[in-house]
């Protein structure tokens, strides 16, 4: 097992558009995971910092703060 940076997955019954397109989590969060888990797999994980997201688990490129909560419970920066 190792530790996956994911963010959360935005609501998909959402009708939101522009640059966020439903997004609400911006950080990255520490879920573990094995290297060839998929999001479906992982779906009801929590992360390190205790959180367990409404829709799953999903990736976005743009987003690369780390949660600090998660920083600390895994000991690592």
Same mark, same amino acid.
């Given at each position: 097992?190792?530790?996956? %940076? ?13 640059? !966020?397109?439903?997004?609400?989590? %911006? *950080? +990255?969060?520490?879920?573990?995971? @094995? /290297? !060839?888990?998929? +999001?479906? /797999? ?14 799953? %688990?999903?990736? /976005?490129?743009?987003?690369? /703060? *780390?949660?600090?909560?998660? +920083?600390?419970?895994?000991? @690592? @920066?």
């Amino acid at each position: 097992m190792t530790i996956q %940076w994911i963010t959360t997955a935005p609501n998909p019954r959402t009708r939101a558009t522009g640059y !966020d397109a439903g997004q609400r989590g %911006w *950080k +990255l969060h520490a879920v573990e995971a @094995s /290297d !060839d888990a998929s +999001l479906k /797999d992982i779906r009801f994980e929590k992360a390190a910092c205790g959180l367990s997201p409404a829709h799953g %688990w999903g990736f /976005d490129l743009f987003i690369t /703060d *780390k949660c600090s909560r998660c +920083l600390q419970k895994i000991g @690592s @920066s």
